[in-house]
């Protein structure tokens, strides 16, 4: 039994070993967003920009390096961000033209149940215009099973989502961002 764990354990690591050597999805997400978006547009976030996010910032830490006085001096957003949070309102106040939403949010989302409000802002206000490894296998694990979100880091699922009100929205013709699965 022991050796059967053991392989499984090897079969995993060579399978992430794999997915490393391809193109991050974060990387991938960065650059679809700055090929689409004018350097004026405000992206949105649920979170600030971290390990799940494109890195939308050079100081892509989370809260804790944004919050810290002398990390905080390095921040050079690449968009103007616009952090909601699970707020619904702070979205539809912000109105940011292009919104950046990973599996890590959705999670969390699920796990709580707080937020359905901003998940119909969403799905209502805008459309998904690139999606990156959303499919049902990032790893070894099928999604539905919820592997560990470190073993996502290869393969983040992420999705670049536009404000339906703009001609680039439209010209997607895809109908909102993903429904939390769960």
């Excluded at 391809?22 to 390990?51: H, M, N, Q, T, Y």
Aim: charged share 20%.
């Amino acid at each position: 039994m022991a050796v059967i764990w053991l392989g499984l354990g090897a079969l995993h690591s060579g399978y992430i070993a794999v997915r490393l050597c391809r193109p991050d999805s974060r990387d991938l997400a960065l650059r679809k967003l700055l090929s689409v978006s004018r350097p004026d547009e405000i992206v949105g976030l649920i979170w600030e920009p971290w390990f799940h996010s494109p890195p939308v910032d050079y100081c892509n830490g989370g809260q804790a390096l944004r919050r810290n006085p002398t990390l905080r001096q390095w921040a050079r957003p690449l968009r103007p961000l616009g952090v909601v949070g699970y707020d619904a309102a702070r979205l539809r106040a912000l109105r940011p033209r292009w919104f950046i939403l990973s599996e890590v949010e959705q999670r969390d989302y699920i796990r709580t149940g707080q937020a359905s409000e901003l998940w119909e802002v969403l799905a209502a206000e805008y459309v998904p215009v690139a999606a990156w490894n959303d499919g049902p296998w990032g790893t070894l694990v099928p999604r539905s099973l919820a592997p560990p979100q470190d073993w996502l880091y290869p393969a983040m699922p992420l999705w670049l989502l536009a404000r339906r009100d703009t001609s680039r929205a439209a010209e997607a013709g895809l109908r909102g961002p993903p429904a939390p699965a769960g």
